[in-house]
């Protein structure tokens, strides 16, 4: 047996183990840096859409989940409420909603929805991001809106005034009508909000 010993093996090895254990603890490094970069969780779910299921939901009710930190309102409308809409056209500033920005494109329509009996709304006023107050028509004289009242959302801070599309009224300072998000449903009851419906899904 010959007491030899090969240095360039020795050499070979010895920065063969040093790379494997430097890689690895520039890795250990590494993760929780990169980790730092990504956004928490908390972040990610206020981000993340939201299933609102609204089997229950009936003519008239509205509900008022989160998304992204703000309120958004889902409101069941009634047939009534439906032949209502197309009779403010005169009243609002923008009845075709023409500026696209605020709505996706599927519910640029008379009612802002994908179905009439059902639309989806960010509730934050478009003057200075006051939450407006959901009125229906039956409210009107306690609140002072008149006769001709036919339900919707009146700011607090400042009169704004919205239809039971999110169309604003002519004559009050917000400047546009409420914002419609992306959203599609899942089925009849269950709706995602935040996102638009992937290929193929109505």
Not at 36 to 65: E, F, H, T, Y
Not at 129 to 142: D, T
Request: aromatic share 6%; hydrophobic share 40%.
């Amino acid at each position: 047996m010959s007491n030899t010993v090969d240095n360039s093996k020795r050499r070979f090895l010895t920065t063969a183990a040093s790379v494997v254990v430097g890689g690895a603890g520039a890795a250990a490094v590494a993760v929780p840096f990169v980790a730092s970069m990504l956004p928490s969780a908390k972040a990610r779910a206020a981000g993340a859409p939201i299933k609102v299921d609204i089997s229950k939901l009936q003519p008239g009710q509205l509900i008022r989940p989160e998304w992204q930190g703000k309120p958004v309102w889902i409101l069941r409308r009634s047939e009534e409420v439906i032949s209502d809409l197309t009779t403010l056209d005169e009243q609002l500033l923008d009845p075709a909603s023409a500026i696209e920005e605020q709505q996706p494109d599927y519910c640029q329509n008379p009612a802002r929805s994908i179905r009439e009996d059902v639309i989806v709304l960010v509730g934050i006023c478009t003057h200075l991001g006051c939450s407006p107050i959901h009125v229906p028509k039956l409210e009107a004289e306690s609140k002072n809106l008149g006769s001709e009242w036919k339900g919707g959302f009146t700011c607090p801070c400042h009169g704004s005034k919205f239809d039971l599309a999110g169309r604003v009224y002519k004559g009050v300072p917000a400047p546009t009508n409420l914002v419609v998000p992306p959203h599609y449903f899942i089925d009849d009851n269950l709706i995602l909000v935040g996102e638009h419906a992937p290929k193929g899904v109505a």
